[in-house]
């Protein structure tokens, strides 16, 4: 029987090709814990599984199934850096700051496919990035970010693209040029949150599916989680719910906003397919972006239909076919045999959101779409900052986050009425 997330429409290819996903327990009557997660995505098993190793007793919940919100369901693209280029980021925070976050992204680069191959993690890795321009007025600023990243930042591995050589790469000639990025990848997500939790659950620590938290309460010290069938009382709280935890503390809810992204998964290609035959995964240059790449079996996964608000779009598989004719016209009439949606939070500056948010309850989340790499990383900047060495979290607790402007009532139609704008930008 193929299983059906409750929260995000479709059954994506990643759960029909995950293998065999370990079902864990919903808890049962009330526990104690030195530290108490909630979320079981990339950042919550991540800092569940470096803490239990640590030898801290760790109760992780998760309302549905680990990986069931964006950790599961995305692009799998890793990325390189923050969300924004570092010269953006430079622009605003200085450039001291600015190598300081690139650091600790490449750190998080490395840390993710050491902690995969150290564990037997098989997560499909393949290298190779572009990120092309759909307007050719963005050109000068993709040749200026390559010789930025090889000389402020000490990272050769960016390289320029003329039209020629982007329509060759992709197999399109839709975009302008680009930029290569040779030192990263994607993967398949499900795969490392499967894998994860593992390790987690391997080193002690307790996960629990279907346990969805209903109330938080800090008090004496003391931090108590609610859920339908129990409760746990814990010395520290990590709150790591991205996009799925609006109602339960509205800090977060305040900072991060959930935006709804949508992937198809095609019929395999076949070998002779003129479609990215280096295998790099892609994103455009666009503010509601298209981002697509090869899979393992040689199909086209492709995502970029958006949505700014908590309902589900129809259609997903029509909406999606559109977009790859766009791309590749003679992929006009290609099967779709897979179409997901999920949501992801978002923050006004595209940044992660970081903060004790109450006493000894920390939230992490808000990536901004470039959480595959951050989000785990951000598990292990948790488990140091319990284990006394809080500086590297600091790092992004520090940064500035403004909340949506708006208040509760008002700051979803803005949103709407802000990114509806920008995407029509796109397209002039």
């Given at each position: 029987?193929?299983?059906?997330?409750?929260?995000?429409?479709?059954?994506s290819?990643?759960?029909?090709?995950v293998?065999?996903?370990?079902?864990?327990?919903?808890?049962?009557g009330d526990?104690?814990?030195?530290?108490?997660?909630i979320?079981?995505?990339?950042?919550?098993?991540s800092a569940?599984?470096?803490?239990?190793?640590?030898?801290?007793d760790?109760?992780?919940i998760e309302?549905?199934?680990?990986?069931?919100?964006?950790?599961?369901?995305n692009?799998?693209?890793?990325?390189t850096?923050q969300?924004?280029w570092?010269e953006?980021?430079e622009a605003?925070?200085?450039?001291?700051?600015?190598k300081?976050?690139?650091?600790?992204?490449?750190?998080?680069?490395?840390?993710?496919?050491?902690?995969?191959e150290?564990?037997?993690?098989?997560?499909?890795y393949?290298?190779?990035?572009?990120?092309?321009?759909?307007?050719r007025?963005?050109?000068?600023?993709?040749?200026a970010?390559a010789?930025?990243?090889?000389?402020?930042?000490s990272?050769?591995?960016?390289t320029?693209m003329?039209?020629?050589?982007?329509?060759?790469?992709l197999?399109s000639?839709?975009y302008?040029?680009?930029v290569?990025?040779?030192?990263?990848g994607?993967?398949?997500?499900?795969?490392?949150?499967v894998?994860?939790?593992?390790?987690?659950?391997?080193?002690?620590?307790?996960?629990?599916?279907?346990?969805?938290?209903t109330?938080?309460e800090?008090?004496?010290g003391?931090?108590?989680?609610?859920?339908?069938?129990?409760?746990?009382t814990?010395?520290?709280?990590?709150?790591?719910t991205?996009?799925?935890?609006a109602?339960?503390e509205p800090a977060?809810?305040?900072?991060m906003?959930?935006?709804?992204?949508?992937?198809?998964a095609?019929?395999?290609?076949?070998?002779?397919?003129?479609?990215?035959?280096g295998?790099?995964?892609?994103?455009?240059?666009?503010?509601?972006?298209?981002?697509f790449?090869?899979?393992?079996?040689?199909?086209?996964?492709f995502?970029?239909?958006?949505?700014?608000?908590?309902g589900n779009?129809k259609e997903?598989?029509?909406?999606?076919?559109?977009?790859?004719?766009?791309?590749?016209?003679?992929?006009?009439?290609?099967?779709?045999?897979?179409?997901?949606?999920?949501?992801?939070?978002?923050t006004?500056?595209?940044?992660p959101?970081?903060?004790?948010?109450?006493?000894?309850?920390?939230?992490?989340?808000g990536?901004?779409?470039?959480?595959?790499?951050?989000?785990?990383?951000?598990?292990r900047l948790?488990?140091?900052?319990?284990?006394g060495?809080?500086d590297?979290?600091?790092?992004?607790?520090?940064?500035?986050?403004?909340?949506f402007?708006?208040g509760?009532?008002?700051?979803?139609?803005?949103?709407?009425?802000?990114?509806?704008?920008?995407?029509l930008?796109d397209?002039?």
């Amino acid at each position: 029987m193929t299983y059906q997330s409750p929260i995000s429409p479709g059954y994506s290819w990643y759960e029909a090709t995950v293998g065999d996903r370990p079902e864990y327990p919903p808890l049962d009557g009330d526990r104690r814990a030195d530290v108490a997660i909630i979320g079981g995505g990339f950042t919550g098993l991540s800092a569940a599984a470096h803490l239990a190793r640590m030898g801290v007793d760790v109760a992780l919940i998760e309302a549905h199934r680990m990986g069931d919100g964006a950790s599961g369901r995305n692009g799998g693209q890793l990325g390189t850096g923050q969300r924004a280029w570092p010269e953006e980021i430079e622009a605003e925070l200085g450039y001291t700051r600015s190598k300081a976050l690139f650091a600790l992204a490449e750190e998080a680069k490395a840390h993710l496919l050491q902690f995969a191959e150290t564990n037997g993690i098989e997560i499909d890795y393949v290298p190779g990035h572009l990120s092309v321009a759909h307007k050719r007025r963005y050109l000068d600023a993709y040749r200026a970010h390559a010789d930025i990243m090889r000389e402020r930042y000490s990272y050769p591995h960016i390289t320029f693209m003329d039209e020629k050589e982007t329509a060759e790469r992709l197999g399109s000639t839709l975009y302008f040029g680009g930029v290569r990025d040779t030192g990263t990848g994607h993967i398949h997500p499900l795969k490392l949150v499967v894998g994860t939790a593992q390790v987690a659950d391997s080193s002690g620590a307790h996960l629990f599916e279907e346990t969805k938290a209903t109330g938080i309460e800090a008090a004496s010290g003391k931090v108590r989680i609610t859920t339908p069938r129990g409760t746990i009382t814990a010395d520290k709280c990590l709150v790591a719910t991205d996009a799925y935890g609006a109602d339960l503390e509205p800090a977060s809810a305040a900072h991060m906003l959930p935006i709804g992204s949508f992937v198809g998964a095609t019929v395999p290609l076949g070998a002779e397919s003129s479609v990215l035959p280096g295998g790099e995964s892609v994103d455009d240059s666009r503010f509601v972006v298209r981002y697509f790449r090869k899979s393992i079996d040689g199909r086209l996964l492709f995502g970029g239909r958006e949505v700014y608000s908590k309902g589900n779009p129809k259609e997903i598989r029509a909406q999606i076919g559109r977009q790859i004719a766009e791309v590749y016209p003679f992929l006009r009439d290609v099967e779709i045999t897979h179409a997901w949606g999920g949501f992801v939070g978002i923050t006004v500056p595209r940044r992660p959101f970081v903060r004790e948010v109450m006493p000894n309850v920390i939230a992490a989340g808000g990536y901004s779409g470039h959480g595959v790499m951050l989000a785990n990383f951000m598990g292990r900047l948790y488990a140091e900052a319990v284990g006394g060495n809080r500086d590297r979290l600091k790092l992004f607790e520090e940064l500035k986050i403004p909340p949506f402007p708006g208040g509760t009532r008002l700051r979803h139609v803005l949103l709407f009425l802000a990114l509806n704008w920008y995407a029509l930008r796109d397209r002039i």
